[in-house]
DNA sequence: GTCTATAATAGGATAGAC
DNA sequence: GTCTATCCTATTATAGAC
């Protein structure tokens, strides 16, 4: 039993979960073997076997737990109130810290919209997987409606305004060695992160474009 | 001999690389075997090594083709001319033209970004896809600089800003079953095309507050 | 330029001992 | 809960006939 105050022990499952995270972000799902997932834990291929039926529930364990703790980041921040210029803001750098913190998360998320086409799609697992995104997705275009109807947003096309956001946020912190290139420096620095939120944050704010016509 | 005005006569090579790129596009490098691009164009696996020296290679190659017939196509947009922010938006729009007219290219772009862990990364091959992005790069960040420095666009991040550019172009189109849910319809739909580039255009010149003190 | 045959390896998954 | 052993299939790549 887990005595308050002690050492957090991590199950074996836990273990299993980590490794397969880190990898699966690193070369996806077909490009990782359970053979490697297995050595990385310290563990025989087969005890996989023991805790996931298969390769395809492990997988959707992995992501349902990234979705799951994004999801409830999300969600307390929406709670902290404000009018919906400010929660959207504040769902914006809430988003791009808890990508910003988990460098396997952003990866991975965006290579499970492309593997679509590897995996089953119907078993619990992944129906999970997809019901928190639904329920991600929905709080978002709440929030936008919101900000439209109260008019602190300008009349946008909310979904295709979603698109861009989650590009805007997520895309940078998945794209790698072109990211690094590009910026010259790691995404994942603390100063380049900030750098995110800002041009986020100025973009919604201001655009791109000087118009003092306006 | 490829006589002016006779139909198009496919070679092998090309019908190879044409299989090639809407599988890697759909499963990703390592989810597609050679077997099954042999059995796409109608060939026997072996015969692709008498086209391509590996996997890698064929990968590259696919990569390669795609990167460097967009850059053709946004280096004509630039040769029209006009200021920078004209030329921004038309860079912009003949991007998304161009990924919405190619539904792998976005998906095998984006894949790419992901996939270095799984490819050596200093064949020639792979060698001339990078020095292709990082002519399109190049040419990008001058364009946003001399913006800039016009006084056209406003002070910015300019290689955050390219991130966001990517994300907002690049991502939507690569996003599969997710972008479909979201819009309620095909992103490739000529509609939604329309729409996403008008939400490009609308957030770069008015943001997304409505800011009436500015 | 395409084929068959083959090599060597790795894949996911199961059975059953401990 | 972890292990070894095994099954079957798929993988990349090569050799050599036609």
Redesign the interface.
């Known amino acids: 039993m887990a005595n308050a105050g002690a050492a957090a022990e991590i199950s074996s499952r836990d273990k299993i979960l980590d490794a397969a995270e880190t990898l699966f972000a690193?070369?996806?799902?077909?490009?990782i073997g359970l053979r490697e997932v297995a050595e990385t834990v310290g563990l025989g291929k087969s005890s996989l076997f023991h805790h996931f039926r298969n390769k395809p529930q492990l997988y959707a364990a992995v992501a349902t737990r990234i979705l799951v703790r994004i999801e409830d980041r999300l969600m307390r921040s929406l709670a902290a109130g404000g009018d919906p210029?400010t929660r959207l803001e504040r769902w914006l750098d809430v988003l791009i810290d808890v990508l910003a913190e988990n460098p396997s998360w952003a990866?991975l998320l965006?290579?499970s919209?492309?593997?679509?086409?590897?995996l089953p799609g119907d078993t619990p697992e992944e129906l999970e997987a997809h019901a928190t995104?639904?329920r991600i997705?929905a709080a978002a275009t709440t929030l936008l409606r919101e900000g439209v109807s109260t008019?602190?947003?300008?009349m946008?096309?909310v979904?295709?305004?979603?698109?861009?956001l989650?590009?805007?946020?997520?895309?940078?912190f998945?794209?790698?060695?072109?990211?690094q290139?590009?910026?010259?420096k790691d995404?994942f620095d603390p100063g380049?992160v900030r750098?995110?939120k800002?041009?986020?944050r100025?973009?919604?704010?201001?655009?791109?474009?000087?118009?003092p016509t306006?």
């Open positions: 690193k070369r996806g799902y077909a490009g210029l990866r965006l290579r919209l492309f593997e679509d086409d590897d995104v639904g997705v008019g602190q947003l300008r946008a096309n979904p295709h305004l979603l698109l861009t989650v590009g805007a946020t997520v895309f940078p998945a794209s790698g060695e072109f990211g290139e590009v910026l010259g995404i380049e750098r995110r800002r041009e986020v100025d973009l919604l704010r201001l655009g791109l474009a000087v118009n306006r």
